[in-house]
C-alpha cells in the first residue's frame, strides 16, 4: 500500500504497508536488531538480487545463460566492489564485510571471495582480485579513475554483447535497459563535467561508450 508507505510514521507502520509481501519478512527482521539506514538499503540490495537470480533459473537454454551472464557479471562485480570499499573507505571488518555481500556468485569462487575478504590491505584485495576474471576492474586507478567507472564498462560491454546474442529474449530486454541506463550516465557526466568546468578530453575520458 503505496499511500500507508507515504504516510509511515514508524518502522512498525512501514511494515503494516508491506504485509503480505516479500519485503515484511526482511523488514521484521531489521527492526529487531534496530538496523540503520545503510544495513536496511544493503539488505534490500541483497534481496532484489538473490530474488532476480532466482528467477533466472526458471528460465531455460540460451535464454537462461544470456540472462545468468549478464546478472551474474553484474553480481560479481558489485560484490568486488563492495570489498574494495569496505575495506579502503570504510575499514570495515571481514565479518562486516561478509554480511553486505550479495548471496550469488558467478565467475568467482567462494574461495575467490574468501581471499578478498580476509586480505590484509586494499593492495593485497586488489591483488586478490586480479587473479579473478575480473581484474579490468582495477585499470588505471592511479590515472584516477574509479573502480565504479571500470564496472560500468564492463557491464556495458556484456550488456552489448548479450543484446547482439539475444535480443530476441527476455535477456536481450533487460541488456536494453542496462545500455539505456549507461547512456543517462554517460549524459549526466557530460552535463556535470560542463557545470565543473572541465575541458572535452576530460569529460570524454569518463565515458563509457
Avoid at 553484474?74 to 553486505?100: A, V
Amino acid at each position: 500500500d503505496t499511500e500507508l508507505c507515504r504516510n509511515a510514521e514508524s518502522i512498525d507502520d512501514f511494515i503494516a504497508a508491506v504485509k503480505g509481501t516479500i519485503y515484511e519478512p526482511f523488514l521484521k527482521r531489521t527492526a529487531a536488531v534496530n538496523s540503520d539506514y545503510f544495513s536496511i538499503a544493503m539488505g534490500l540490495d541483497a534481496l532484489y538480487y538473490d530474488t532476480y537470480w532466482k528467477e533466472t533459473k526458471k528460465l531455460s537454454g540460451q535464454e537462461q545463460a544470456a540472462m545468468q551472464k549478464l546478472l551474474g557479471s553484474e553480481i560479481d562485480m558489485l560484490n568486488i566492489i563492495w570489498i574494495y570499499r569496505g575495506k579502503k573507505y570504510f575499514k570495515f571488518s571481514d565479518q562486516m564485510i561478509y554480511t553486505y555481500l550479495l548471496p550469488v556468485t558467478y565467475h568467482i569462487s567462494e574461495n575467490d571471495i574468501k581471499n578478498m575478504v580476509g586480505a590484509k590491505s586494499v593492495d593485497e584485495m586488489v591483488s586478490a582480485a586480479n587473479n579473478t576474471k575480473y581484474k579490468r576492474m582495477f585499470r588505471r586507478l592511479e590515472e584516477g579513475f574509479l573502480i565504479d567507472e571500470n564496472y560500468r564498462r564492463d557491464l556495458y560491454k556484456i550488456a552489448k554483447t548479450v543484446f547482439r546474442s539475444s535480443s530476441d529474449t527476455i535477456a536481450g530486454l533487460v541488456a536494453y535497459l542496462d545500455l539505456k541506463e549507461i547512456e543517462i550516465l554517460n549524459i549526466v557526466r557530460v552535463i556535470e563535467g560542463i557545470r565543473y568546468g572541465l575541458n572535452g578530453e576530460a569529460i570524454r575520458k569518463h565515458i563509457r561508450i
